[in-house]
């Protein structure tokens, strides 16, 4: 199982931008599709942003859409996730999530479809 490190959140006013990173400690990185998820203490943890393993395909939240985007470079074994104009309700602590499933298409925007998670990093947005 590999080990994934986020990186790059921290505080920020409203209309902000912050660039997540995710390095991944794994030789087949470019074999792993890749998600971003955040949770905060009153939530359940929710899909935000996710990558196909060729960088193919992209997908969004509807509410992150156009604000957010999410990128890989698969020599760097590193996932990123751009957050623009960044609103209060983007609080979260960010999580990173790789997927070797097969079915990871049809459970893209669900937990169960990842394998592997990423400990956390926060990102705090004041008004």
């Known amino acids: 199982q590999m080990q994934l490190v986020e990186s790059g959140g921290g505080l920020l006013q409203a209309g902000g931008s912050l660039r997540l990173s995710c390095a991944a400690s794994v030789r087949t990185f470019s074999r792993y599709s890749m998600g971003w998820f955040r949770q905060t203490p009153r939530k359940e943890r929710e899909f935000v942003a996710a990558i196909s393993w060729s960088a193919g395909s992209t997908y969004y939240r509807d509410s992150v859409k156009g604000r957010f985007t999410i990128s890989r470079d698969n020599a760097k074994n590193t996932v990123y996730l751009q957050m623009n104009s960044l609103k209060p309700e983007d609080t979260a602590v960010y999580y990173c999530?790789?997927?070797?499933?097969?079915?990871?298409?049809?459970?893209?925007?669900?937990?169960?479809?990842?394998?592997?998670w990423g400990q956390g990093t926060q990102v705090t947005v004041s008004s």
């Open positions: 999530a790789a997927a070797s499933r097969g079915d990871w298409y049809s459970n893209r925007a669900l937990k169960r479809g990842y394998d592997s």
